[in-house]
């Protein structure tokens, strides 16, 4: 059904530089309309391209199906593991498709600061403004123009444990991030054994698990304000306050004491796939891990995740009890030409019957706040939704898929491997900072 194909889908697309990169040296911006047409009229084609491949873009497809008939509307959707290059590529000559998918809001940006992208429409921005958050609207913002509204979204931050166990040891949820270094303690205490099990292996982007723990944990001790200047390059990785992250989660993750439940030891973690966790939380070998929603579709077959299952998940708490900061990523669709048709597609992908629709097909999730969580058919998809729709929540895009490619991608991950392989912390933030592009 492709949940796995979603996870493996995410973790590449930090590759934010590469368009940077291919549109640097263009020409005249402003791209004519293009692509499959987008003309108006009966039988009007708009050509969608985006990195949803195989089963999730089949999907994708369906869930305009009906659309298309209604209104008269062709469309062509082509994914792309190469997305950023191949759309730099087009854009740069001319035909690029109406609708573009950004995996990061820094890509849209990037091509929005090119005069490549078309404002939104004005349905779009009023569907935005009606059924999302300031952020979310910022996100697909650039300059004080609104470009794209958010299309999916993910939650990040979970940690993953099989209630029978926490009950059997008498453990309970931690409410803040002390309780759950207690917890940790608690549970290995009673076990003799590690209580997490890691995996940061991803083929050519093993790391990208470590940097999503790092990220949680800048968000919920430094604050918004911290996280949003350090993404952006203004804090630097060097600085105390990220330090601080990093040895927050090396008293987990670095503990020979607490890790890698069912693997090996500390630098098990590198060689082990960020998938293959998931059967020994359902074994009990594993009593924690730390993964995104998208988990849920790794755990062996007939396992059931539910509150009271074999397996369920909290959302990583913050320094205090009741607070609700979160990390995830998404999409945000913007266009590159204004035709009539495009227009109606749009407006129809920024409204909560497309979101409906498409969540009710499984795997994924939307931050629109027109969406039934009850559309979900997974309980932790269900979860997920409720924390986006709740006003309270604090939510912050992953950082490194906001930073540039050299670093998100690069020596973000990179730096990460090094670091569960013993290299000291202060070298590695120092090794990681030299990613950012010289100014």
Not at 68 to 74: K, R, S, V
Not at 149 to 173: C, D, Q, T
Not at 397 to 417: E, N, R, Y
């Amino acid at each position: 059904m492709g949940l796995s194909q979603r996870s493996r889908r995410l973790v590449p697309l930090a590759l934010l530089g590469v368009a940077g990169v291919a549109l640097a040296g263009c020409g005249a911006p402003g791209a004519p309309s293009g692509g499959g047409g987008g003309g108006d009229g009966e039988d009007a084609t708009v050509t969608i391209y985006g990195t949803i491949v195989e089963g999730e873009a089949e999907l994708l497809q369906e869930t305009w199906a009906d659309f298309e008939e209604e209104n008269g509307i062709t469309i062509k959707y082509e994914g792309s593991q190469d997305f950023e290059a191949q759309l730099g590529t087009r854009a740069q000559g001319g035909n690029p498709p109406d609708i573009a998918i950004f995996p990061q809001p820094g890509l849209l940006a990037d091509f929005a600061s090119r005069d490549f992208l078309k404002p939104a429409p004005e349905e779009v921005a009023n569907n935005a403004n009606e059924y999302w958050t300031e952020d979310w609207v910022n996100y697909g913002t650039v300059d004080g123009t609104f470009y794209g509204a958010p299309l999916m979204a993910s939650v990040k931050g979970w940690i993953w444990y099989s209630p029978a166990k926490f009950a059997e040891w008498g453990v309970e949820v931690p409410k803040t991030l002390d309780e759950l270094n207690t917890l940790t303690a608690s549970i290995q205490s009673a076990t003799g054994s590690a209580p997490w099990c890691a995996g940061f292996e991803s083929g050519v982007a093993t790391g990208w698990p470590g940097t999503d723990w790092v990220e949680d944990y800048v968000l919920r001790q430094a604050g918004t304000d911290v996280y949003d200047q350090w993404a952006a390059g203004e804090v630097p990785f060097t600085d105390p306050q990220i330090k601080q992250a990093f040895d927050s989660v090396g008293e987990l993750l670095l503990n020979p004491s607490y890790v890698n439940a069912g693997f090996g030891d500390v630098r098990s973690i590198n060689s082990t796939a960020f998938g293959d966790v998931a059967a020994k939380v359902a074994s009990g070998e594993c009593a924690m891990t730390h993964q995104a929603s998208f988990l849920s579709g790794f755990f062996p077959e007939g396992t059931e995740v539910a509150e009271d299952g074999d397996v369920w998940a909290f959302i990583l708490p913050g320094e205090t009890e009741g607070e609700t900061t979160v990390t995830g990523g998404g999409e945000i669709v913007g266009a590159f030409t204004d035709t009539e048709a495009t227009q109606k597609v749009l407006a129809y992908l920024s409204s909560p019957e497309w979101a409906n629709k498409r969540v009710s097909l499984g795997g994924v999730t939307s931050a629109n706040n027109g969406l039934d969580p009850e559309s979900a058919q997974d309980p932790i998809l269900q979860e997920t939704i409720k924390i986006l729709q709740d006003p309270e929540t604090t939510f912050r895009f992953d950082a490194s898929d906001l930073m540039p490619g050299a670093v998100g991608a690069g020596t973000f991950w990179k730096g990460m491997v090094a670091w569960v392989n013993g290299t000291s912390t202060d070298e590695v933030l120092t090794q990681i900072e030299t990613g950012w592009p010289a100014e």
